[in-house]
């Protein structure tokens, strides 16, 4: 009886001590070195959980004005609910924005433009990852992953770069991931139609690739937004425990072992650390186009080398899609 006492001390000492130091190695976000949020319009996308309502808890704390840009309007409001429950501060405001539909994305950015002149910050936050063998497509045919976690934001985010210059200083963020190092962007396959991707244990191959879009989506946006006063940043939040991969078909027995992961990964305020850093931080103030983890930038020689020529190649192609002139 003692014995097993005795172990089940001892493992949850070695978690505690593990969890130390995974949260030590994180980084952390410095209040006092940001720039001022108070009044500052946000978009958020993808924002009734995870990182994205993190997000909106923090932006609302320093007195943003928060635009929820959500899907489903129901969650929306119980996010807001939720998060009013906890502060005061800040304006919430929730508006329809389905990345699924050009369509919808369009609808979004004439009628934010119409109600604000500018926007101080755009958080790319939304992103989705299922099991491909669905093979699902989006409302204009376009391969699920890569429509809404890369074509929509590419679309959104053209389509406010006028109150973004107008807010300059401002900043566009976009979540990538780690799992950019495994994706590959085949300009003549970019719906993955004629080469099946190389999925990675419970990474989805065609997530990887969307979130290679990402990484040179903002490349390209740092590239061609010089000397505008916007910047962009992208960035890996880490292994955050969410609802991202929830319709994965995963094996049983990884869903007996959930706690332990609630436990060590990142809970979504943590995940949501390196997003405040790249829309807050004076530290990245006149950086542009880089990438960023753990509430630093991150160097190239860790992660995959993006290039120039594709970056420009999938902006070229991206642009053709969503049809931008």
């Given amino acids: 009886m003692y ?89 919430l405001i929730v508006m329809e924005l389905d990345l699924a539909s050009l369509e919808s994305v369009r609808k979004f950015a004439r009628e934010f433009k119409n109600k604000y002149e500018k926007l101080d910050i755009l958080v790319n936050n939304a992103g989705l990852m299922i099991s491909p063998d669905k093979r699902l497509k989006t409302k204009d045919g376009f391969e699920m992953h890569f429509g809404v976690n890369h074509l929509g934001h590419f679309l959104l985010t053209n389509l406010l770069l006028d109150p973004l210059k107008n807010a300059a200083p401002s900043r566009v963020v976009t979540l990538s991931s780690m799992a950019h190092s495994w994706g590959a962007v085949n300009i003549n396959d970019l719906m993955s139609e004629k080469t099946a991707p190389k999925d990675h244990f419970m990474v989805s191959g065609l997530y990887s690739n969307s979130k290679l879009g990402n990484a040179l989506f903002n490349k390209e946006l740092g590239k061609r937004l010089t000397g505008t006063g916007v910047h962009s940043y992208s960035l890996c939040p880490g292994m955050v425990f969410t609802n991202i991969g929830k319709n994965l078909n995963v094996p049983f027995i990884l869903h007996l072992f959930r706690p332990l992961f609630w436990y060590l990964l990142r809970s979504p305020t943590e995940g949501a650390a390196t997003v405040l850093y790249c829309a807050l931080s004076k530290n990245v103030a006149h950086q542009t186009g880089q990438m960023y983890y753990n509430c630093k930038f991150w160097d190239p020689s860790t992660r995959i080398e993006l290039t120039d020529k594709a970056a420009s190649e999938l902006w070229t192609a991206s642009a053709k899609l969503v049809g931008m002139k």
Avoid: P
């Avoid at 001892?10 to 949020?37: C, M, P, Q, Y």
């Avoid at 704390?61 to 906890?86: E, F, M, Q, Y």
């Fill in 3 to 91: 014995r097993w006492i005795w172990y089940g001390v001892s493992v949850f000492g070695l978690l505690k001590l593990i969890r130390v130091l995974l949260t030590k190695w994180r980084g952390t976000i410095d209040r006092h070195n940001e720039i001022n949020a108070k009044g500052k319009n946000v978009i958020i996308t993808g924002a009734t959980s995870g990182i994205g309502q993190a997000v909106v808890m923090e932006m609302a704390d320093r007195d943003a004005n928060v635009i929820l840009a959500c899907r489903d309007i129901t969650k929306a409001k119980a996010t807001v609910t939720h998060i009013r429950n906890r502060t005061s501060r800040g304006q």
